[in-house]
C-alpha cells in the first residue's frame, strides 16, 4: 500500500513551467508536442550524455498536466531515459511529481518495474514551486527510489533552483542558479595516489549526486533567439552551464522544433 500511495502522490506533482495564467485559465484540453536537439546533455551541473534528442509531450487541462520527456542519445553507450511528471498549477504556484526511469544493460531495468527501492529502476521526485513574469524559485526533493547517502541513510536529495528570465539585444535571456542544502545521495570509490616518497597507496574517496553539504552545483546562462518557418516554431539557444561545486563547465548549442 504505501509503494501505491507513494505512486498516487508521484500523480499530483512537477509542472514544467509553462505560462501558468493560460494554463489556469483554459477549458479545453490542450496537447503540445516537441522536441531539443542538444549538443550535448546537461542537467543540474551533471553531464550526462553527448549529443541527444530530447522529445516532449504535454497535456494540460484545467491546471493539470501530464509531461513526458525522454533523451535518446546518438551515442548507444550514453544515458537513455523517460520521465513522467503529473503536476497542479493556480495562480502561479505549482505542485508536482516526476518519475525518472534510466535504461541501460541493467536486467532489472524494466519500464513496469517497481520492485524494491534500492533495486528499482524508477525514483520519484516531488516538486512544489511559484513561478511569475519576473522569474521562477522551485524546490525538488527525491521520495522513493535508490537514494541513498554514503552511510546507507535515506538521503532525499533535494535541489533548489532560482530562474531570471529577461530580453537583451534581440535575444531571450534565463539566468539559473541551483544549489543543494544538504548532504545528498552518493557512493565510495577507490583510486590510487602516489605518496610524497614516490609509492603509491589506495585512498577511498566519496562521490555525491549533488554535493556533500549546501553547495551551489548549477549556474547557467541561455540565450535564445526565435526563429519562424511555415508551421513550426524553432527557437535556437546557446547555454553556458557550469558546476561551481565540481569547477566544470559546457558550452552547449540546440534548437527546438514544435508545432504552433
Not at 499530483?12 to 493560460?22: G, H, W
Not at 525518472?100 to 514551486?129: K, M, S
Request: aromatic share 14%; net charge negative.
Amino acid at each position: 500500500m504505501k509503494k501505491f500511495f507513494a505512486l498516487a502522490l508521484a500523480a499530483i506533482t512537477s509542472m514544467p513551467l509553462l505560462a501558468q495564467d493560460k494554463i489556469e485559465a483554459q477549458d479545453e484540453i490542450t496537447a503540445t508536442i516537441s522536441t531539443d536537439l542538444v549538443s550535448h546533455y546537461m542537467w543540474r551541473g551533471i553531464d550526462m550524455a553527448g549529443p541527444s534528442i530530447q522529445p516532449e509531450l504535454n497535456v494540460a487541462w484545467k491546471g493539470l498536466s501530464l509531461d513526458i520527456t525522454g533523451n535518446a542519445p546518438f551515442d548507444k553507450d550514453d544515458l537513455k531515459e523517460i520521465n513522467t511528471t503529473l503536476g497542479y498549477s493556480l495562480f502561479g504556484f505549482n505542485i508536482g511529481v516526476t518519475d525518472y526511469w534510466t535504461a541501460d544493460v541493467d536486467p532489472r531495468n524494466r519500464f513496469f518495474y517497481y520492485g524494491g527501492e534500492a533495486e528499482c529502476p524508477h525514483q520519484l521526485e516531488a516538486n512544489i514551486g511559484y513561478s511569475c513574469k519576473y522569474g521562477s524559485l522551485q524546490a525538488y526533493t527525491m521520495v522513493y527510489g535508490n537514494d541513498y547517502k554514503i552511510d546507507g541513510s535515506r538521503a532525499y536529495s533535494t535541489y533548489i533552483e532560482l530562474s531570471v528570465p529577461f530580453n537583451l539585444g534581440g535575444l531571450n535571456w534565463d539566468i539559473r542558479a541551483g544549489v543543494t542544502p544538504m548532504e545528498s545521495a552518493g557512493t565510495t570509490y577507490q583510486e590510487k595516489v602516489v605518496t610524497e616518497t614516490g609509492g603509491v597507496r589506495t585512498v577511498t574517496r566519496g562521490d555525491w549526486y549533488y554535493g556533500e553539504s549546501f553547495t551551489c552545483n548549477m549556474a547557467s546562462v541561455r540565450a535564445t533567439k526565435k526563429f519562424m518557418f511555415k508551421h513550426f516554431n524553432l527557437p535556437v539557444f546557446v547555454e553556458l552551464h557550469t558546476n561551481p561545486y565540481l569547477q566544470r563547465a559546457n558550452l552547449l548549442f540546440g534548437i527546438t522544433i514544435c508545432s504552433l
